[in-house]
Structures are given as structure tokens and as C-alpha cells.
């Protein structure tokens, strides 16, 4: 009996759609190619907004911390003069 390896990505295959799976593993080619091609780009063009809010938010929050250390120094200046 032959075995061959199955990978993890195949098990996530067989458990979004077994059908799906079957094909790939009969080597059969989706008949909808572009329109899968188009959803991983849009899915990837999502992930760059996703990071750059993200990457924003980060930047937010450090004006914010830089912002509040700025005004407990000037307080204290402040206050020691």
C-alpha cells in the first residue's frame, strides 16, 4: 500500500470543503481561477489596510504617552522653579 504525505494545508482544505479537496488531490484545475486570484488579492490588499491602521494606532498611542511625558515635565519645571 502506498502512502503519501499529507500536509496541514491539505487537512485545512478538507475541512473548509471536501469536494475542494478531492479535486486538488484527483489534480484537477478549478474552473474559476480568476475569480480566486482576484479574492487572494483583495484579501491581500485588506491585510495592507489592516496593517497600516494597526501601524497608526501604534503611532497614536506613542504621540499620546510622549505628549502626557511632555506635559509632567513642564509641570515639574513648573513647580521647582
Do not use: D, P
Not at 54 to 81: D, E, F, I, P, Y
Amino acid at each position: 500500500m502506498k502512502r503519501s504525505v499529507l500536509r496541514a494545508s491539505e487537512i485545512g482544505a478538507f475541512l473548509y470543503c471536501k469536494r475542494a479537496w478531492w479535486y486538488q488531490r484527483q489534480g484537477l484545475v478549478s474552473e474559476n481561477e480568476s475569480a480566486m486570484l482576484e479574492g487572494t488579492f483583495t484579501h491581500q490588499a485588506h491585510a495592507r489596510t489592516v496593517l497600516a491602521a494597526r501601524l497608526l494606532r501604534l503611532l497614536g498611542w506613542a504621540l499620546l504617552a510622549a505628549a502626557l511625558m511632555a506635559v509632567a515635565v513642564g509641570l515639574t519645571l513648573t513647580v521647582l522653579n
